[in-house]
């Protein structure tokens, strides 16, 4: 069995703009160095599928995948980039690279449950943990995983399913749509303070929030995650789990203040299969959310991606 790599030449398309490090050359430097350190030939490439309008309303509002759609394809059609918020740029390739993201996170749900590879990765742009039911913020559209958590659970009948974020920055839209949904269990770790300022309280009890102090380092990180998502991880017993994979906690990421380095992508990787194994048949779907130096992006994701294969 096999971990999948979805991803699709769209998601290249999506770009806000010169100096903004949401870019496409992020998906590049990731496949550069899949290549390079020969990684690349122990993944099964997957095209990842455009995601049906209904995969998108169980985890967002209609009105909002409708508005956001018009918006969206309007900006394609006149060729010129809107402003969403301050960081968040429309661009003409966003809407054919959005549903792309959020595409393949189904897709690769549907492939792990059907046993067709052993878990995924996702290798997509936008991200998606800061969108929120009825608003697109902080470079974020559509809410990749919890598209394909809502998935899992409401069409594919699972009746228990963890959402892991270890992104530097509070997933905000992924707890705006989750919290109170007993379903899913979401364990996260992100720095606070830091945007979107928000996680410092959880909004249900089915969050554990795990804020991280500024300059911390990978061994507080670990013990904080030992400590506070293990148990509840084991407790929960999920039936599969999906990360919100954001390597911009990284020592070398200039968005964040956080000190991990490649040994901890390796090592939070490894406990969160752990869990997998145990209750889930090792089922893990992974996609990409920040991670905006690009030499460090690209090896933390070979270090995440080679737990994943079992290398
Ligand atoms: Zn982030």
């Given amino acids: 069995m096999t971990t999948a790599f979805y991803s699709h030449p769209d998601c290249r398309g999506h770009d806000m703009g010169a100096g903004h490090p949401e870019c496409p050359a992020r998906l590049d430097a990731i496949e550069d160095h899949l290549i390079a350190t020969g990684l690349a030939v122990a993944l099964e490439r997957r095209e990842a599928p455009a995601v049906e309008m209904a995969a998108l309303g169980r985890a967002h509002s209609s009105g909002f995948v409708a508005e956001l759609r018009d918006v969206l394809e309007r900006v394609a059609a006149r060729g010129e980039p809107c402003a969403i918020d301050p960081d968040t740029v429309a661009a003409p390739g966003t809407w054919a690279a959005a549903v792309r993201a959020a595409g393949a996170a189904v897709a690769a749900t549907d492939a792990v449950i059907d046993g067709a590879v052993a878990n995924a990765f996702c290798a997509v742009r936008p991200p998606g943990h800061h969108a929120t039911r009825d608003h697109a913020m902080g470079f974020c559209f559509f809410n990749n995983v919890a598209v394909a958590a809502r998935h899992a659970l409401d069409v594919r009948g699972l009746e228990r399913v963890a959402i892991v974020d270890f992104d530097v920055h509070h997933g905000n839209g992924t707890e705006d749509i989750i919290a109170g949904d007993e379903r899913v269990l979401m364990v996260s770790i992100f720095q606070h303070p830091l945007y979107p300022y928000s996680g410092a309280v959880p909004m249900g009890t089915n969050m554990v929030n795990v804020p991280v102090p500024p300059y911390s380092r990978g061994a507080q ?7 506070n998502w293990m148990e509840r991880l084991d407790a929960f017993a999920p039936e599969m789990i999906f990360v919100s994979a954001g390597f911009d906690a990284h020592r070398d990421d ?58």
């Avoid at 990180?221 to 400590?227: F, G, H, P, S, W």
């Avoid at 997998?276 to 995440?304: F, M, P, T, W």
Wanted: charged share 20%; net charge neutral.
């Fill in 221 to 227: 990180v670990r013990e904080l995650i030992e400590a």
């Fill in 254 to 311: 200039d968005l964040g203040q956080l000190g991990l380095v490649e040994a901890d992508y390796t090592w939070i990787t490894q406990r969160v299969k752990a869990v997998a194994d145990k209750h889930a048949q090792g089922r893990i779907v992974s996609c990409l959310e920040g991670g905006y130096n690009l030499g460090a992006l690209a090896r933390s994701v070979a270090a995440h991606l080679r737990v994943l294969i079992g290398a």
